[in-house]
């Protein structure tokens, strides 16, 4: 993304009353499988309804991180860009997608998922990069 600053985000997906801990550490796999300290982690990112989980809202401030929240419209645009659908989701929210679509939601104009989403317990992330809004 030559000329623009790289925003680098991950998207969150995870169940109700999920622990904070268990968000942080499947984010923390992520930034790792993609060689990304994470510092260099812009912001959280999910679905509108997902960001008032306790846990998920707990995550982001403990990583001193905002939480973008996007709505089932937004992250329906981003499909075509997607590595991954679930069934559950797609059921649940209307949407093949929350953790992978809501990074590249976040992550801006340009953006792109570094790999597919993984998941751990009750929670998905996927990290994107883009130029930001």
């Known amino acids: 993304m030559a000329g623009a600053e790289t925003v680098i985000v ?12 268990e968000i ?12 990304i300290e994470p510092d260099d982690l ?15 809202a707990a995550a982001a401030q403990q990583m001193a991180l905002p939480l973008l929240r996007s709505s089932v419209e937004q ?3 981003v499909a075509e860009k997607l590595l991954t659908h679930s069934e559950r989701v797609m059921q649940l929210k ?12 976040g ?8 790999g597919a989403r993984i998941s751990s317990g009750r929670v998905t992330c996927a990290i994107a990069e883009g130029e930001g809004t």
């Not at 969150?12 to 801990?21: F, K, L, M, V």
């Not at 942080?24 to 060689?35: D, E, G, N, Y």
């Not at 992550?107 to 570094?114: E, I, K, P, S, V």
């Open 10 to 21: 991950a998207g969150i997906g995870c169940g109700r009353d999920t622990p904070a801990a």
């Open 24 to 35: 942080v550490a499947l984010i923390a796999a992520a930034l790792k499988q993609f060689s």
């Open 42 to 56: 812009a912001a959280l990112a999910t679905e509108s309804a997902k960001a008032d989980e306790p846990g998920l």
């Open 75 to 77: 992250l329906e645009r």
């Open 94 to 105: 209307g949407t093949p997608s929350i953790a992978e679509a809501a990074a590249l939601v």
């Open 107 to 114: 992550a801006g104009r340009n953006a792109r998922l570094l």
